[in-house]
């Protein structure tokens, strides 16, 4: 999906794709660098990263393997509370394994601060984050990460695995949403 078939439904387009898929290859490089003769997993979190998951893997030239998990926090409305439940947990031992945690976005942190911690729990040789977006301004814990795509302004986005209600994963680009669209 392009931004013009849903320019009613957007403000503005923060990141083309073009520069989703410079900066991926950029981080790619980055990541072979780290990795180099090592066996890397990565861990994609249902369902947001999906996009940046399967650009991340076709880029990459160094050998990965791949799985997934899916969870859920609670809290009021659109806040987390960063209470969390698993509901799809990793089919992959991870006691000595590398593991990269492959995220669409990071918002307040308090999900992705209490996925990191239970992956560190399992026994791996090491953990690290790669997040396409971040919004430094939404932080509530602060958080590592490794291999970021992007630092974001404080805004409902969309795109490229974002959504809202299940809508818009598949725009290309990632673009501000209208607030006449969730209000």
Aim: hydrophobic share 45%.
């Amino acid at each position: 999906m392009e931004p013009r078939d849903i320019e009613g439904d957007l403000t503005e387009i923060l990141i083309e794709e073009d520069q989703i898929r410079t900066r991926l290859a950029e981080l790619c490089r980055l990541i072979e660098a780290d990795y180099a003769g090592k066996d890397l997993l990565l861990v994609g979190v249902l369902k947001g990263a999906v996009m940046v998951m399967a650009d991340l893997a076709r880029e990459l030239v160094h050998p990965i393997t791949m799985d997934w998990m899916a969870v859920s926090s609670y809290g009021s409305g659109t806040q987390s509370s960063g209470v969390v439940r698993i509901l799809k947990d990793l089919d992959t031992d991870l006691l000595g394994r590398n593991v990269l945690i492959v995220e669409d976005i990071i918002d307040s942190g308090l999900t992705l601060s209490w996925l990191l911690s239970n992956l560190k729990s399992r026994g791996p040789e090491s953990v690290e984050i790669c997040a396409l977006l971040r919004k430094p301004d939404a932080a509530r814990v602060d958080i590592d990460v490794k291999y970021l795509g992007f630092d974001i302004p404080n805004q409902f986005v969309v795109g490229y695995g974002l959504d809202f209600d299940e809508r818009y994963r598949n725009l290309r680009s990632v673009g501000v949403l209208a607030p006449h669209i969730y209000s």
